[in-house]
Structure formats: structure tokens, C-alpha cells
């Protein structure tokens, strides 16, 4: 039988990982000061109330310690409405890679989230970019 410490030796690979839920505190905070003006939207049934309000990184910590699920929607929320541009989701892809780092990842968009962006082109600002 494998040793517990040798199991968690071994590389680990994400299997399934949403972008949006895996923004750092500090990211949501950056792109909150980027676009502290309401969501931009033509739909009369989306509330952009909050959608420009600049968070603090003790704020997305705050929103990130949910209780229930109406909170996780809240916070899944808070962070799409602060990714408006294909360098957002490069921005927060790059940093995800750069904390995380394992060696496979499978990472999931979710489209009805970002459909408001036309779609990114990966990697076209070089692998340095945090």
C-alpha cells in the first residue's frame, strides 16, 4: 500500500476548473479599479446594481466566504461582470497558470457568462504577462 506522503508527492493535475471561480482576491480587486463604471448592458432584466463598485481585496475575501448558494452566484457575479475584455480573461488565465501551476489543466469558460466579450485570443501578449 502507497504511502500517504508519497500519494501527495506525486504531480496533480486540475480536472476541472471553472476561470471565473478560480480569480484571486487581488485580480478581482485590479479589475474593479479598471471598470468602476456599471455593466454596460441592453438587457432591461440583467441588475448592473454594484457591477462598478470598486472592491477591495478584503471586500472579494469578504464576497468569496459565502454561505449558501444565492452567495456563490453573488460572487460568480461580482467576478464576470469585472471580466469585459479578451485581456481580462487573458490577465486572469496567466495568473491562474502562474499560482497554480500543475503540470495538465483542463479549465472551463463559461460561455453565457462571457458572451459579451468577443472571444480572446490566447497567449497573444507573450507567456510573461502577470
Known sequence: MASKSF??????????????GSV????VAEL??????????ENNRYDVAGSGDV?????????YSYKDF?????????VTERLRSP??????TYRLI????PRWMAIVVTVGASRRVRQPRW????SSRT
Do not use: C, W
Open 32 to 41: 474593479s479599479r479598471r471598470y468602476n463604471t456599471p455593466l454596460p448592458t
Open 24 to 27: 484571486d482576491p487581488a485580480t
Open 87 to 92: 485581456e481580462d480573461y487573458e490577465l486572469v
Open 55 to 63: 472592491l477591495t481585496e478584503d471586500d472579494v475575501r469578504r464576497l
Open 70 to 78: 444565492n452567495g456563490f452566484l453573488m460572487a460568480f457575479k461580482s
Open 123 to 126: 497567449g497573444r501578449s507573450g
Open 98 to 101: 502562474a499560482l497554480r501551476f
Open 7 to 20: 500519494i501527495q508527492s506525486l504531480p496533480k493535475a486540475e480536472l476541472h476548473l471553472h476561470l471565473e
